[in-house]
């Protein structure tokens, strides 16, 4: 019998975001497999076991103002915290050298002033890094919106006010070149995409690069009675329910809210559509709407747990994820394995999670009027397919999303890490 390891994730937060989300949830299988796993985050949400954050009132006070002082040289470059990070803030790890070296640290998103660039090029032991957003191989862009210049050595960085060959950006690249020469890193992309990107990029083109999805228990997320789930949430019975969901739904450009109104301005021109459809929403902020083209608004902000989140999409008879740039979303992984069917556009991970007309749509980008007829036809019953949609959702987060399945892959790649030791590119 395998030993079991000792394995320290790091994440910033142990529940905001889909990162953080994902990270704990990957702490959760790796223990149910009988390993080591501790999470280390700077903000701590939940209380649990396995979770270290800052320990204290003068180390939580001067966590929650790290993200601000971290991003000081990003608003001094005209420059939005929010998508571009330039992690300069140095730290150090007590908590974790206190536990002890690890067999593996395996990072996730280390952005708001938890880690350092130069903090992560100091780690000495085997290093794994999720790539949940495209931050670590570029200047310092969570998404580049399409740039691509991390291919290049970033510079003249479009979401930067003081942009030119040697702005924020390129500094922020050089340096992550130079100070993580000597890491010994492996690379995990969710998505086929991200993995293409990585491999594209200055930073991470010589570096192992390998695809894992992001697990979920899939006895929490699961097809409940939908009649109960709607009469609990307080939505109408009567209506075919479209959901959105994301962090900022309504602030952030990326996820296609704006062009989810388009499709649904499509859809409620037809005839019959404003009497039979409705929105639901929930997120951070979501905007508060009481009708969009003419379709009732229900708004449910942020939800807490995965109970509450696992009814909500229950309820729902279809889930929109129109985003412009994606890599593997928990939120359409989280509704196919209630066996809820998605539309998206065709771009990024979407095509890892969707197949088209098998449990959703997947439009051309950023065809509105496609990303309609995509809603509409999942929600068409006609010779059953809605639920027949439902069924092969649900299989699918079976086959390809569950958690002990995705975390055991996780294991056989630190074990094969450990036991064929590699040169650091």
Known sequence: MEAALRLTLASAHDRTGGAAVAASRLRDGLRGLGHDARLFVQTQSLPHPATVGPEGAAQRSFSRVRSGLDSLPVRRAGGSPEKFSASWLPRRWPTMAAAGTPDITHLHWTN???????????????????????????????YDEGCGRHTQGCGNCPLLQQRGPGDLSARRHAAKQRQWQGLD???????????????RSRL??????EVLANGLDLQRYKPLDRAFARHALGLPADRRLVLFGALNPGSDRRKGYDLLQEALARLAAQPGQQDSLALVVFGSNPPRQETLHGLPAYHFGHLHD????????????????PSRQENLPNTVAEALACGVPCVAFDIGGMPDLIAHQQHGWLARPFDTADLAAGIAWCLDETAGRWHALCER????????????RQAQRHVDLYRQLLTAPRSPA
């Open 185 to 199: 890193l492996t690379v995990i992309a969710p998505s086929r995409w991200m993995a293409a990107e990585a491999r």
């Open 204 to 209: 991470f083109a010589s570096r192992r690069i």
């Open 112 to 142: 708001a002033g938890f880690l350092s660039v130069a903090d992560v090029g100091a780690l000495r032991m085997p290093v794994v890094w999720t790539l949940h957003d495209m931050w670590a191989f570029t200047g310092g862009c969570q």
């Open 393 to 404: 959702a649900r299989r699918h987060a079976e086959d390809q999303l569950e958690l002990g």
């Open 306 to 321: 995965d109970v509450a989140l696992a009814l909500l999409y229950a309820a729902c008879d279809v889930f929109v994820a």
